[in-house]
């Protein structure tokens, strides 16, 4: 590396005026490169050294705004590496400095991993180094093999087959014994391989969203988690499942109700999730966001130990910039082609995008790898890169296939990295939801649910709807990086007048409050004080049916032509939820049953031909009610454990995922947590 920077410090000095590494006067070729390779070898070790001591200084700002100051602090090691320089004769403008410590940086770090991938043995070399240090701090590992969880949000089960079988997961292909076949553009014969993993669909909740899924996952428990945003009218709050003190809250109820921590309760990590999970280890968790700092508190931990490496922190800023530029340039074409369906895709979503598909991804894969070198026994990461683009580019589209591409780099990564771990790993991957596509209902109708909703009960209808906001992970993720509180907005949920109802979107559901009333409003009463509402909406072409509580029946489905069937008769086949398919009834009764079910639950219309769906928000691909593939993830996992489900069985809900995911590391003898006597039976 020294060697590499040294050419690079000489070939610099050759092409930018504002950079000399010589004297007025002129000097020999070789006191030129014995400055070259002074300069480069100061700069070297100023950054091995001191700038770990400048990112743990700089705890305190924000982690996007650090990697905005990655280009500085490394101009400024250059400076000093240059002073310092026993020959003197070296000389930099400040700005140029900025720019050579940066093409040296990113030079260095793309020659170590071109050398790495070429040469196996010394990539084994570096990586047990890496492993041998990183073990020092801790106890010898059990023999047992550990697991590895990583969940791809969003990527439902037919994006991931579609994409093995265009070529664009060679990985994910290997380990189900496809062909290894790359892009169609470049055809290949390989012979199939024996499989590794098996793939199995599983059918979400009602609300298919991150929030429910991954709590039950990772915690056993997502009971009266109704959507990804709810009005609880006893504390008069908006609950959002990616807000941190909403988190925290939600994984105390959910560890209550169980009496456990959780998956990941002994020698476990939690890495880039909403939840803990009961892990020791933590990092870019939500739900600890919001505590004081401490060593309770690493939720952002994992950003300063992934840039105290200058190498990570200038070749992840360069990717985040390109990044930005990509989404302008695509969106840019979006319009240029008037696609449709498109959403607006200016603002910060660019940079909230590059954050989710570069830095998000950067620091939590290498968490990961980290946890693997040390020989952790469980981890869990959440992977936010395809959901985040997904949503404003549509799940089928070329986009987020792009991403599909570099999320299976990233698992060949975390493969590679289990290879030289003190223990041996099972790679477990699965998915949260799925996404499932079509145009925003404002885009079709002209209107918000909020509009139809105020027009049934008689109140004005405002002339521009109000922009609602995504609810995706990586939006969350930003603000907790910038340690801005991600309280959306709550003053916009709530009404002028108490009497007003609050209206609340969680990708195609949505649900409909009224904050004067102490219970969950029955129909009858619904009716008694506004006799068009209920009528409006079951009625309206965007609407599929609506849940309401009834004091004759307990419960009821309202579709249109006055369609009302009882709960209680509900089986899926006939009225309102038979184009639901499959399971819909059981996940509405099971709704039905929480305590914080809004007074009304609306689920958009459903095309099963299209597979289309009405988002409430401004999303082209959507998540959170029922209808289509937003509901039908994925448990991809190793063919040496048990098989998730029997044969003609099929694997529902996330608590039922979390059995099987407990059951696994009960098969490893690794964490165990005490299971009730339900539990063991459904496991």
Known sequence: MWAVSTVTMLVLAGILPDFQLQSPDGDSATRIAMTAALGAGAFGVLSAVVWPLLVRLLLLVPALVLGLLVFFLNGSLLLVALRINPSGQSEVAPETAVIVAAV???????????????????????????????????????????????QLDGVGHDVLTAAVAKGLMPTVAGWLGAAEDRPTHQPTHQPSRRPTHRLTPWRTDWSSQTGASQLGILHGSNFDVPAFRWYEKEHREVMVCNRPTSAAELQHRAIERTADGGLLTLDGASRGNLFGGGADEQALVLSIATRRRGRENRSRAGYFAYFSDPANAVRTALSFFAEVAREIGQSATARLRRQRPRVKRGGLYPFVRAFATVVERDVVVAAVMGDLLVGRTAVYADLVAYDEVAHHSGPHSRDAEKVLQRLDRALALIEKAAEHAPRQYRIVVLSDHGQSPGETFHTRYGLTLGDLVRAGC??????????????????????AALRRPVEEGGEKHRPTRDSEPIVLASGNLGLVSFPDVPHRMTKEEL?????????????????????????????????????????????GCAGPL??????????????????????????????????????????????????????????????????????????????????????????????????????????
């Not at 196996?120 to 990183?134: N, Q």
């Not at 599929?544 to 709960?567: D, N």
């Open 527 to 571: 009716d008694a004080r506004h006799p068009a509402l209920l009528t409006t909406l079951a009625n309206h072409p965007g609407i599929g049916f609506l849940l309401v509580r009834s004091e004759e029946h307990g419960g009821v489905v309202l579709g249109a032509y006055g369609a009302e069937i009882p709960l209680d008769r509900l089986d």
């Open 104 to 150: 040296m940086s990113a030079v260095a770090s793309a020659t170590g991993g071109a050398l790495a991938v070429r040469d196996d043995d010394a990539y084994r070399r570096r990586l047990s180094r890496l492993a041998i240090r990183r073990r020092r701090s801790r106890p010898p590992c059990s023999a047992t093999p550990g697991t590895v969880f990583l």
């Open 578 to 683: 038979a184009v639901f398919g499959t399971g819909a009834a059981d996940a509405v009764r099971r709704t039905h049953s929480f305590p914080h079910t809004a007074d009304i639950m609306v689920n958009s219309w459903y095309d099963p031909e299209s597979g289309e769906v009405l988002a409430f928000e401004e999303q082209i691909g959507s998540h959170g009610g029922l209808g289509g593939a937003q509901g039908r993830p994925f448990l991809l996992s190793p063919v040496c454990v048990s098989e998730p489900v029997g044969e003609r069985e099929e694997l529902v809900g996330a608590e039922a995922v979390h059995r099987v995911l407990r059951r696994w590391l009960r098969e490893a003898d690794g964490p165990q947590v005490p299971l009730s006597a339900e539990g063991e039976r459904a496991a």
């Open 458 to 479: 008689g109140l004005p209808v405002p002339r521009r709807a109000e922009r609602t906001h995504s609810g995706t992970e990586a939006r969350a993720a930003v603000r």
